[in-house]
């Protein structure tokens, strides 16, 4: 895993977001994000490393997204989903000085309570599944015939226990 920017790269744009609630305590938030992002040209064939990363140029973009979360009854088992749209041809995130934006394309987190004590003290197990379905990467093939893909945001599946106090 490998980040990279382009020669004198800076970004400045908008984000906006509008949230929601909704009936029993579950959150809907609708969420605009306007930026440069960096491009590559469709095709980089037979090209090095520092030519496939020269190639770089900024280019405004957009990207929409929207969230959902909440808090299951009776589990207490707390979820988000939320997918955020962006046009295929950047290699980077739109607006990537968004701060708590949400992901590129589909994601899931969740957690849920397993024992928890009137002290405050429990374990929650952990599950997040980010770009579940693979969305925005770029592939370049290199003049030693290696494989380089770029992509905006990893796919990764993720799980594990949290012990709060």
Do not use: K
């Amino acid at each position: 895993l490998m980040r990279g920017v382009g020669p004198d790269f800076t970004t400045a744009g908008i984000v906006a977001a509008v949230e929601h609630r909704l009936p029993g305590g579950n959150h809907l938030r609708l969420g605009y994000a306007n930026g440069d992002a960096l491009v590559m040209p469709a095709a980089v064939h037979a090209a090095g490393l520092a030519q496939v990363f020269s190639a770089a140029r900024p280019h405004r973009a957009q990207a929409y997204s929207i969230s959902l979360s909440g808090t299951l009854d009776g589990s207490g088992t707390r979820w988000r989903a939320s997918y955020r749209w962006q046009p295929a041809d950047p290699v980077t995130s739109v607006a990537s000085y968004a701060v708590n934006a949400a992901e590129p394309y589909l994601n899931i987190h969740m957690r849920q309570p397993i024992c928890r004590q009137r002290d405050g003290v429990g374990i929650e197990a952990l599950l997040d599944v980010r770009n579940l379905l693979a969305e925005g990467y770029r592939p370049y093939v290199l003049n030693d015939g290696s494989l380089l893909v770029f992509a905006q945001d990893q796919r990764s599946f993720g799980g594990g226990v949290a012990f709060t106090f």
